[in-house]
């Protein structure tokens, strides 16, 4: 069986309430409760988005399976420690769908 086509892109705010989605079942999976009362939401997501895209440091990502979202990482360019100048990418907030899960994304 032949895998589905997967790309990776860079998030843009018509991806919010997908997004938003995968945030709240990041949340579940990992069993701890979100840090805010405040659940996330389509358009506070798209001001996130519109922050994140003016970076030249932060991306977000998305994984497309079959051309719909399946997964979302946050990525930083950042020094490997406040001492150092060696830079790194910091990867944080990964997350795969559930019925995405182990299928190559």
């Known amino acids: ?30 069993g701890i409760p979100g840090r805010t009362s405040d659940p996330p939401t389509a358009e506070g997501m798209r001001r996130r988005l519109e922050t994140v895209s003016d970076s030249a440091t932060r991306r ?6 079959d051309g719909e979202i399946a997964g ?16 790194a990418v910091r990867v944080a907030y990964l997350h795969v769908l ?8």
């Open 1 to 30: 069986m032949p895998r589905p086509q997967m790309a990776v892109r860079d998030a843009s705010t018509d991806d919010a309430p997908t997004l938003v989605r995968l945030w709240e079942e990041l949340v579940v999976d990992s």
């Open 60 to 65: 977000l990502l998305v994984a497309e399976v």
């Open 72 to 87: 979302v990482v946050y990525v930083q360019h950042q020094p490997v420690t406040p001492l150092h100048e060696t830079m």
């Open 98 to 105: 559930r019925e995405h899960r182990r299928r190559g994304v």
